[in-house]
C-alpha cells in the first residue's frame, strides 16, 4: 500500500532522513520506534506531505506522492495526527471533528455521510459525544488525543499516521486508545503506521516494526521478533540492563 | 445559525433607526466615519483575528481604494459604480499575488513585510504629485449618485455608507461560520494540524488577505466619494495602528466587537477634542488598561464585567442573609 524507497528529506542543511526504506501492507499496523530526534516525526511529516522528501521515492498505492501537497495526499486517503495532538484548542469538539471532514464538505460530499461518521466516531469514543459543544482545549490529553485521532477519521483515510498518540497520557488512557486502533483496522481495514516512543505497548499492538537511529533504519521485523530482540530491550523497552553493564 | 441570524437582524435594525434617535449633521457624519471604519475594522478582523496573519499596512489598501475611485471618476470620468467596481477587484488582484511572497512570513516579519508595503504606498500617494496630487490631495471628486439620488448629504451617505457595511457584516460573519471560516481559525492555532486535514493554509491565507484587502478598497471608495477629497495622511501608517487597536480592543475573532472599536475609536477623539494633543496619552493609557484588563477585547469583556458585576451583588446578598 505505501512504499518508501531511499528517502531522504532535509531541513535546511540538517540531514534528518538518511536513505530510508520501508513499506507497508494493505491491513497492516505497523510501528516506528527509536529516540527522540531519529527521525520518526519526519517519516510521517514526509509522507504527508508537510516536509516534503528531497531524493527517493514515496509511492502510495503504486502512486508517487512525493511532490504532492498535503491536500492532495489527504485527499488521496492518507490522514495523519499530528504529533502533540494539535487540536483547535478554541474550537468545539464538533467543529474540530468538521474541519477533519474539510475536504469532503469541499467536494460536496452527501452532509448526511459525514454527519453519520461523525456518529460513528462518538461511538468509537462515547467521551467525545458528551463534550461535543465544548472547546476542545478545556478538555484532558486523553480526550484531546482521541478527538485528534476522530478528527483525523473524518477524512475516512485508508493509511492513518499517528504520531505518539501515548505522549503524556495515563497508562490506562493508552490502553484505550491502543484497543480502538486495533478496532480500527480488524473492523474498518484502516492500514496504521504508529509512531511511538512507548516502545513496548506499540510492539505489542502492531504486526511489524522498524527501529530508526539518527535518521536511519537500523532494524526490521515482526514484532514479537523485535520485542524478544537483545538490542531493542536494552535500548527501548529499558530491560536486561543490568546484565549488560556487567558484561 | 439562528442565533447569528438574530444578531444580525437586530444589529441591522439599530443602524436602520439610528438617525432617528442621533440627528444633526455632525453627529450623522461622525456615524459615516464610524461605518467606514467598521468596514475597515471587520476586513482586517477575518485576517488577523479568524486566519491569525498580521497586517500593518492595511491602510494602504484603503488608500489605494480612494485614490484608484477617485482618480478614475474625475480625472478620467469613469462612472463611479464602475469605478469602485474595478478599483476594488485590481487592489483584490494585486493582493493576491503579493500575498504569495508575503504571508510565507510569519509573525514579526510579516508585520514588518506588510509595514514596507504601507510605508511605499503612502510614499506614491505623495510622490506621483501628477497623478495624485501628492501631499496638497486630490480634490473635486463627485459624490454617489444611484438613479435621481445623489448622495450629498450627511443622511444620504449615512445610509449608503451603512449599507456597505451591512453586506460586509452579513458576509464576514457567514465565512466565520462557514467551512472556510473554520478552516481559517485552524491554520491561525495549529497550521501543521490544519494542513494535514488537507486545508491548503497557504492558499487560503492568501485569499483571505486579498478579501480583506478587497473590503478595505471598497471602504477607500466609499470614504472618496463621500469626503470629495483625499490626502496622504488618511492612509498613512499611523491609520493602519489605528485599524489594529480597533480590531483588538473590539475583540479578536468577533466581527461585531470590530464594530465596537471601531465605534469607539472614533467616538472617542471627537469626546477628547478638549485635551487638544493630549488624547494620544489618554489613547495610550485606555490602550493598556483594555489589554491587561479586557485581553478579549470589548466584545467578551463587557459581558464578564456585567457578570462580575452581578455575581458580587448576589454574593454580598448572600453574606446578609
Not at chain 2, 223 to 247: D, K, Q, W
Request: hydrophobic content about 50%; glycine content about 10%.
Amino acid at each position: 500500500m505505501l512504499r518508501l524507497k531511499n528517502i531522504n528529506t532535509y531541513y535546511g542543511k540538517v540531514h534528518a532522513l538518511k536513505n530510508v526504506s520501508l513499506h507497508l501492507a494493505e491491513g497492516e499496523i505497523v510501528t516506528l520506534i527509536g529516540a527522540n530526534g531519529a527521525g520518526k516525526t519526519t517519516i510521517l511529516n514526509t509522507i504527508s506531505g508537510v516536509t516534503p522528501a528531497n531524493g527517493g521515492d514515496l509511492l502510495f498505492q503504486k502512486e508517487e506522492i512525493k511532490a504532492l501537497a498535503p491536500d492532495r495526499i489527504v485527499k488521496l486517503g492518507i490522514s495523519q495526527v499530528p504529533e502533540g495532538r494539535q487540536v483547535f484548542k478554541p474550537m468545539t469538539v464538533d467543529e474540530n471533528l468538521e474541519l477533519g471532514a474539510y475536504l469532503r464538505y469541499r467536494a460536496r460530499d452527501p452532509k448526511a455521510e459525514i454527519l453519520k461518521d461523525k456518529e460513528e466516531i462518538f461511538q468509537l469514543f462515547p467521551r467525545l459525544e458528551e463534550r461535543r459543544k465544548q472547546a476542545a482545549g478545556t478538555m484532558s490529553g486523553g480526550e484531546q488525543q482521541m478527538l485528534a485521532i476522530g478528527r483525523a477519521l473524518m477524512a475516512r483515510p485508508k493509511l492513518l499516521l499517528l504520531d505518539e498518540p501515548s505522549m503524556g497520557l495515563a497508562p490506562l488512557v493508552v490502553q484505550e486508545i491502543f484497543r480502538v486502533l486495533q478496532r480500527l483496522r480488524d473492523e474498518r481495514g484502516v492500514t496504521i503506521l504508529l509512531v511511538e516512543q512507548n516502545a513496548k505497548a506499540a510492539l505489542k499492538l502492531a504486526d511489524r516494526g522498524y527501529v530508526l537511529e539518527t535518521g536511519k533504519v537500523i532494524l526490521e521485523g515482526a514484532a514479537d521478533e523485535l520485542l524478544e530482540n537483545a538490542e531493542v530491550k536494552r535500548a527501548y523497552l529499558g530491560k536486561d540492563k543490568k546484565e549488560i553493564w556487567e558484561r | 445559525m439562528k442565533k447569528e441570524l438574530i444578531k444580525y437582524a437586530v444589529f441591522a435594525l439599530c443602524i436602520l433607526l439610528a438617525p432617528l434617535v442621533f440627528s444633526g449633521n455632525y453627529l450623522m457624519n461622525v456615524l459615516v466615519f464610524v461605518g467606514i471604519h467598521t468596514m475597515l475594522a471587520v476586513a482586517l478582523n477575518l485576517l488577523l483575528g479568524y486566519a491569525g496573519q498580521i497586517s500593518l499596512g492595511h491602510a494602504a489598501f484603503f488608500g489605494l481604494g480612494a485614490y484608484g475611485s477617485g482618480i478614475l471618476s474625475t480625472t478620467y470620468n469613469w462612472n463611479p459604480w464602475l469605478a469602485m467596481t474595478v478599483v476594488a477587484l485590481v487592489v483584490g488582484g494585486l493582493a493576491f499575488a503579493i500575498g504569495f511572497p508575503i504571508l510565507k512570513l510569519k509573525g514579526h516579519y510579516l508585520a514588518m513585510a506588510t509595514l514596507g508595503m504601507g510605508i511605499i504606498v503612502y510614499i506614491v500617494f505623495n510622490e506621483w504629485v501628477a497623478i495624485t496630487g501628492g501631499p496638497s490631495g486630490f480634490s473635486g471628486i463627485p459624490n454617489l449618485e444611484l438613479g435621481p439620488l445623489v448622495f450629498d448629504s450627511d443622511l444620504k451617505n449615512y445610509y449608503l455608507v451603512w449599507s456597505f457595511v451591512l453586506g460586509c457584516v452579513l458576509l464576514s460573519v457567514n465565512l466565520a461560520n462557514s467551512r472556510i471560516g473554520r478552516a481559517f481559525r485552524a491554520i491561525h492555532d495549529a497550521e501543521v494540524a490544519a494542513r494535514v486535514m488537507g486545508v491548503n493554509a497557504r492558499l487560503l491565507k492568501v485569499q483571505v488577505f486579498a478579501l480583506s484587502a478587497m473590503i478595505c478598497a471598497i471602504a477607500g471608495s466609499l470614504y472618496a466619494h463621500v469626503m470629495t477629497f483625499v490626502a496622504p495622511p488618511s492612509f498613512g501608517f499611523n491609520i493602519s495602528v489605528e485599524l489594529l487597536t480597533m480590531v483588538v480592543i473590539g475583540g479578536l475573532g468577533s466581527i461585531y466587537g470590530s464594530f465596537l472599536g471601531a465605534l469607539l475609536l472614533t467616538l472617542l477623539p471627537e469626546f477628547l477634542r478638549f485635551m487638544h494633543d493630549y488624547d494620544i496619552v489618554f489613547y495610550g493609557g485606555l490602550l493598556m488598561v483594555m489589554t491587561i484588563f479586557m485581553p478579549g477585547g470589548l466584545v467578551r469583556g463587557i459581558p464578564d464585567l456585567f457578570r462580575k458585576i452581578t455575581g458580587l451583588k448576589n454574593k454580598k446578598g448572600g453574606a446578609h442573609a
